[in-house]
């Protein structure tokens, strides 16, 4: 199974705030990263496909992208509803695998 | 607008079966794969197996074989998890999840299914 490495577990930010998360893939898994955004008690909400492609309604300060087998998520300016847990997927080959999220925190 | 609504909460004892069920709307039920996954309480997330609507096809993962049944009913557009042989480990909410494009992209509200003698 690929191993989807994903850090720091917590990150403590402020509103306004550049936050980069990585997570790294245990062997290649070409552009076939997606990363998610979850809230307390709620389902998992898409936010970028394709390593660095938007999902329809995602505001433009999230940003993804890859170098080999590392992908970064990036938002470029933390906002309030920005504070969440973030995981990364991938989608190369079965089984499908997680990151273990990281928590964006105040 | 795309919608997939789970069944409600279960209690099941250690060694019991469990049926989640997930029911779609508002796009072509047999067009898109659907996946299960699973999220222990304040953990990541496990990937548990995915069925085609169109055929009825499914492929599980290796950590679930013999243990899990993913069925559907075109009728109804619903898809069906039962996981058998219940363990406390086992504990966890449950989402049926769309594959629009390549990955997740509408997610059910999710089942906390609780394992507990």
């Known amino acids: ?106 | 607008q795309v919608q997939l609504v789970q069944s409600g909460a279960e209690v099941k004892k250690p060694g019991a079966s469990v049926k989640v069920s997930c029911k779609a709307s508002g796009y072509t039920f047999t067009s898109h794969h659907m996946h299960w996954v699973r999220q222990a309480p304040g953990q990541g997330f496990e990937w548990i197996g995915i069925l085609n609507p169109n055929d009825g096809s499914r492929r599980y993962a290796q950590n679930f074989q013999g243990r899990v049944t993913v069925t559907r009913d075109t009728s109804t557009n619903t898809v069906y998890m039962e996981l058998s042989s219940l363990r406390s480990e086992d504990t966890a909410v449950y989402y049926c999840a769309r594959v629009g494009g390549l990955t997740f992209d509408y997610w059910g509200q999710g089942t906390l299914v609780t394992v507990s003698s």
């Open chain 1, 1 to 106: 199974d690929i191993q989807m490495t994903q850090s720091p577990s917590t990150l403590s930010a402020s509103v306004g705030d550049r936050v980069t998360i990585t997570c790294r893939a245990s062997q290649s898994i070409g552009y076939w990263l997606a990363w998610y955004q979850q809230k307390p008690g709620k389902a998992p909400m898409l936010l970028i496909y394709e390593t660095s492609t938007l999902q329809s309604g995602v505001p433009s300060r999230f940003s993804g992208s890859r170098s080999g087998t590392e992908f970064t998520l990036t938002i470029s300016s933390l906002q309030p509803d920005d504070f969440a847990t973030y995981y990364c997927q991938h989608y190369d080959d079965y089984p499908w695998t997680f990151g273990q999220g990281t928590k964006v925190e105040i």
